[in-house]
């Protein structure tokens, strides 16, 4: 799969895209003052490729989707157009601040498409949206006009046996495939996803985590492993600039086994949890979620010595350092500040070897 939007695509819209490129500024432009609707070039940033729900909508219909073939032609987007045309107007900007890296517990099933914003909830609608067609091994394609950067991107595809077109998709649905490292902020960011065993529909379901503040947006791309898709016609974003590719870190797929969990009691004004999540070959992840006590703390650091000689290969949403077995860990910069009794967490992947024993940590607040 290129790292581009498909050429063929750009070349087919090249004369026209620019005429529907103008009109839709000019519409934007005239329709400012009477709609509360986003301007893309003032936005952010999303999956280009596999497309995501929402470009697919806007790429293929932002400059027809008053034509009436589209209810018969592409029925999910047409609901989606009905349901709120910001939605897709504002394609680049289903951002949510403050989640402190707790995704699931702040995103419930059946909202994970819409990032649990309620003016976009037609993208979490099951059906059957148009898909991509990607092999097993393939490249994901962040446009951000914006130019944040990320902490990372967190990627995980729909379960075998999951049907998109019958259920709106929940965490459980979910397989875990990959957390990349950090990216430097660029207009275009590409990186390499690979899996293995999946075929016909899925959801690709993305986390990127902005790196310029805690900001979190998620996304759900229609794909089909192996071909024999529904194609999908889409012209660039607005001012696209040359894609740059910088070599991610990937894991092999995993495989999940029942979650592991150990804390302590509260010391020193907050307590920590460790919750072991997937583990595959010699590879895991992790997650640690702290609590402050019965009063507000300005910052934590969480300590912990591994039992069995793992060792911590990349975290997130927290400083780690380790010396031998004995770990530390400390907030970074926006989720220090915890009310009483708040909660925020903190992840990392990790290697083993032999035995995979939880560790007992302790947790200090400031």
């Known amino acids: 799969m290129p790292s581009q939007l498909p050429s063929q695509s750009v070349g087919r819209h090249r004369s026209a895209g620019r005429l529907v490129l103008i009109a839709l500024a000019a519409l934007i432009t005239a329709m400012a003052g009477t709609l509360t609707l986003g301007n893309p070039a003032q936005a952010h940033g999303n999956i280009v490729d596999p497309a995501s729900r929402a470009y697919q909508c806007w790429s293929t219909w932002g400059g027809n989707h008053m034509d009436p073939s589209m209810q ?6 047409w609901q ?24 699931q517990g702040s995103t419930p099933d059946g909202k994970l498409c819409s990032n649990n914003i309620s003016s976009n909830d037609s993208l979490n609608k099951p059906g059957a949206w148009k898909t991509t067609s990607i092999g ?51 207009t275009d960011i590409t990186f390499n996803v690979s899996t293995s065993g999946y075929t016909g529909r899925h959801i690709v379901f993305t986390i990127w985590q902005a790196s310029h503040a805690d900001q979190a947006y998620m996304w759900c791309s229609d794909v089909m492993f192996g071909g024999g898709n529904t194609p999908i016609t889409t012209r660039a974003p607005v001012t696209s600039a040359p ?28 307590s920590a949890t460790y919750t072991k999540g ?8 992790a997650t640690v979620n702290v609590t402050a006590g019965n009063a507000a703390i300005n910052g934590w650091t969480v300590r912990w010595t ?3 000689g ?8 927290a400083t780690v350092t380790s010396s031998g077995s004995a770990v530390t860990a400390t907030n970074v910069s926006y989720n220090g500040r915890l009310g009483a009794g708040q909660s925020t967490s903190f992840g990392f992947n990790g290697t083993w070897s032999g035995t995979n024993s939880a560790p007992t940590l302790t947790c200090t607040a400031s």
């Open 136 to 186: 097993n091994n393939f490249t994901m394609h962040l446009y951000d006009q914006a130019s944040h950067g990320a902490d990372f991107f967190r990627v995980y595809v729909s379960k075998n046996g999951y049907d998109p077109t019958t259920k709106a998709l929940g965490w459980g649905d979910l397989d875990f495939i990959t957390q990349t490292g950090r990216y430097a902020p660029a």
């Open 80 to 103: 989606a157009w009905q349901a709120n045309t910001n939605t897709m107007w504002n394609w680049m900007s289903a951002l949510r601040d403050g989640l402190g890296g707790n995704f």
């Open 310 to 317: 793992q060792t911590i290969t990349q975290a997130w949403s």
């Open 243 to 270: 894609v740059t590719t910088r070599t991610p870190v990937t894991s092999a797929p995993v495989t999940t086994r029942a979650p592991v969990t150990s804390g302590g009691p509260v010391t020193g004004g907050c």
């Open 278 to 285: 997937s583990e595959w070959n010699s590879g895991f992840s």
């Open 72 to 77: 018969q032609q592409d029925p999910m987007c």
């Open 306 to 308: 591994w039992p069995n």
